[in-house]
DNA sequence: AAATTAGGATGTTATGAAGCATATAGTAGA
DNA sequence: TCTACTATATGCTTCATAACATCCTAATTT
């Protein structure tokens, strides 16, 4: 299942960029690196899955790791992505619950597990951490209840508009203001909650529109405010 | 804005009942309940409106608050409903945000309020309180992501009858098995996230199926096995 | 009792989006 | 390079559901 591969670089392995843990004293901060464990993930492997009971959480130092929901007939709804600096798997940990996501490598990825004594022991330890975690926690619940009201109550074009406009403002652009994540039209077609083929026609007029550009799965952005408009923000 | 009506009978203003507070010591529920204030709302009341800067959060000790985000032109997206031994308002005190959330008495309620500095004294003295804190969040935030998942892959039918399935396991039923909390066909149709004329639709193809009978407002569950599988659950 | 209002019910129509079929283009493996 | 496979593209058809238009019912007010 977890099939890592070569060794994690020194960047891999560094956890000094994590505001989570940026309140914490040089000892719990050295505890942190010595029980955490640091490995690379290649591009397909399954983090953790479903139904799974979980040892620890996830802190992500590279690539991308996609977190979805399997529902009816096995169709993924992706939750979000996580990337550098995020952390995954800590609901379900926190909470004491079997895992209800998987998570899923979609860019070669280097993460490194944190064991939920280590967790445990700065929640005891460290107010400051708890109320990081819980300020997390918070704005992801936030994201979520605001998602709700969208895919309950707008159109797939409005969706699908936003979703492009929430990958532009999480994930870098080139100079030529292309996305540098490269998703494919079923992925997409999971975070918004629709068919293939609808994202698939959808991008073709956005394109025809003349608000994006479309190399293989690289998207340009041509036309933001337009984009906005479309998506009803 | 906030109508208080008479005065919170005892049982109104008393937290022992909330297994959030179950750790602290004495003093620290002492300290809670000097600093707390209690009120009674009437229906249709506001406790707060989506946008405002909150100065704390709320214990619901008595009736039925529906906690909802408007969206497009107005048309509310019910998130969840907050009954006696739940809280309301501390998500967006947490994570320092204005209230993304306007919630509104449906049933008579009694309600204490929390001020933020209570809460961060607590998180700061008491790591039970954060971790309970952090579990509640955690729970929430799946719920969040399972209703997500149902929203963009169920039809309208299975929706609504999985909101029925969840409505009867979170509010009591007398003993005819009659649902105890009283909702329009509107507010049923926000939390499906579908037109009020769908909902009564489905419901009147449910009362004939049998797996329901419907007087006003009242529902009455007859068929729970049926409903659950027409749920898709 | 008349008047007002909000909620509920129901038929009709319009349409967004899914589903299916098929064609083409990339991409990876042997 | 051939092969196989997966992803993308596009047309056509079907269907669930939204939107609109009334009409009805019950509760509340005057």
Redesign the pocket.
Known sequence: MRSAIKRPSEEDSNLTGFQLFNKLTKEEFNRLNYEKTCSLYKKGTIIYREGSRLTGFFCVTRGIVKIFKTGIDGKEQIIRFAKKGEIIAYRSLLSQELACTTAKVIDEAALCHVPYQTLLFLIQNNWQFSHHMLQIVCRELREANDYITDIAQK???ERLAEVLLLLKDNFDLDNQNTLQISL???ELANMVG?????V??L??EFKNDKMIE?Q??KIKFLDIPTLTRVANL
Chains 1, 2 share one sequence.
Do not use: F, Q
């Not at 629709?194 to 609808?198: G, I, K, V, Y």
């Open positions: 159109t797939v074009r494919t039209r079923e629709t068919a293939t083929e609808s698939i026609r991008l073709s479309l293989g799965r």
